[in-house]
């Protein structure tokens, strides 16, 4: 980003040995050196930088870090819900218009009938598969197109917001454009890597989604390229690897638990049931749809928020990033 020279860390000579004594205060302890943790000075948190923005300029607890995605949301309401409302009402149209013509017409392999033959059974079962396998390829492509787009913007906005800058949505949108491509590649590598390795083994792919959890605030606000980015997320969780699991972990589990408890009234309206299976029709299609609209405007934020502000905690801790920010926001 333009305002942290492209967030790519702090410049170790502004880094003082010593710092001037506050009239009528103690000295407050130095930042520590480039690549050194941050350590915790007596009982209370680090000093830190004041708090422009949405998080204090200091390295966060949990709690801060889920304050401070909320605290952006509704900082920058038209831009964090007006962009994921849209990217939400495109995936539910392409993903409603799969369902409605290509899931499979499960009743006819139910009414075949006891005069089916065994190659009509077979038949009809591998069609059915086959149109269930090509729903879910389709909606697996639809969520990582419209999740590149929307996570792209919102690490933008979310570097304005912990400055406590304003930022129109052109603004955001110029800076985040030219990072979609990169960003698209390093989507589909993560997603790769995650999904190879969940497949061989839950535990690779469980460590893999954290070691490469960073990627994408790190390809934004560092304007990296792909390697590049997936590098400096295994750099700065190496060391945190727990910590950095549990948080994205917590944050995973209350934006499902938030986006279920949204979507059921509508499966329900639906004439469905709460385990997913709705009418085949126009009527409960859309309705279940606008559901996944409502949850996907609220959850798909938040989850973008927490890992881009665990990026920045993990700069600050491991990088001093804390000085830096203070410095362009004007604090420090």
């Given at each position: ?12 000579k502004?880094r ?9 205060g103690p ?17 209370g948190?680090?000093p ?8 204090p ?12 995605a909320?605290?952006t ?10 962009s994921?409302?849209?990217v939400?009402?495109?995936?539910a ?13 499960v009743?006819?392999?139910?009414n ?5 033959t ?9 069609k ?9 390829g389709i909606a697996?492509?639809i969520?990582?197109l ?7 913007f919102?690490?933008?906005v979310?570097g304005k ?7 129109t ?6 800076e985040?454009?030219?990072r ?6 390093a989507t589909?590598?993560?997603s790769?890597?995650v ?11 469980i ?11 790190a390809?934004?606000?560092?304007r ?8 400096r997320?295994?750099q700065?969780v190496?060391?945190s690897w ?20 949204i ?17 085949a029709g ?7 749809a ?10 798909q934020?938040?989850?973008?928020n927490?890992?881009a502000?665990l990026?920045i905690?993990?700069r ?17």
């Open positions: 980003m333009s305002d942290t020279g492209g967030w790519a860390g702090p410049d170790p502004d003082p040995d010593d710092a001037t004594p506050p009239a009528g000295i407050p302890p130095a930042p520590p050196p480039p690549g050194a943790p941050y350590q915790q000075y007596g009982w948190p680090p830190g930088y004041g708090k422009p923005g949405v998080i300029l200091r390295p966060l607890s949990v709690s801060e870090i889920l304050d401070g909320i605290a949301m509704r900082r920058h309401p038209g831009l964090v819900f007006g994921s409302a849209v939400a009402v495109v995936a149209v392409l993903q409603l218009l799969a369902s409605r013509y290509l899931l499979p017409d009743s006819a392999l139910q075949l009938g006891p005069a089916a065994d190659q009509q059974v077979q038949n009809a079962a591998l059915a598969l086959g149109d269930t396998g090509l729903v879910t697996l492509i969520t990582v419209t999740q590149t787009f929307l996570s792209g919102l690490t933008v979310i917001a912990v400055l406590g800058r304003p930022v949505f052109a603004e955001a949108m110029a985040a454009r030219p979609f491509l990169p960003l698209l590649g589909i590598v993560y790769l890597a999904g190879f390795g969940s497949v061989l083994c839950l535990i690779p792919g460590w893999l989604f954290t070691l490469l959890g960073l990627t994408t605030p390809l934004v606000l560092e990296g390229r792909v390697g590049e980015s997936l590098s997320s295994r700065l190496s060391g727990w910590r950095c699991f549990g948080i994205l972990l917590l944050a995973g589990l209350i934006a499902t638990v938030l986006q279920y408890l979507d059921i009234p509508f499966r329900l309206l639906a004439g469905g049931t709460i385990t997913g299976e709705v009418p126009w009527g409960g299609l859309l309705v279940v606008l559901g996944q609209v409502i949850a996907l405007t609220i959850v934020p938040f989850a973008a927490t890992t502000l990026y905690d993990q600050m801790r491991k990088e001093g990033m804390d000085l830096q920010l203070a410095r362009a926001a004007g604090t420090a």
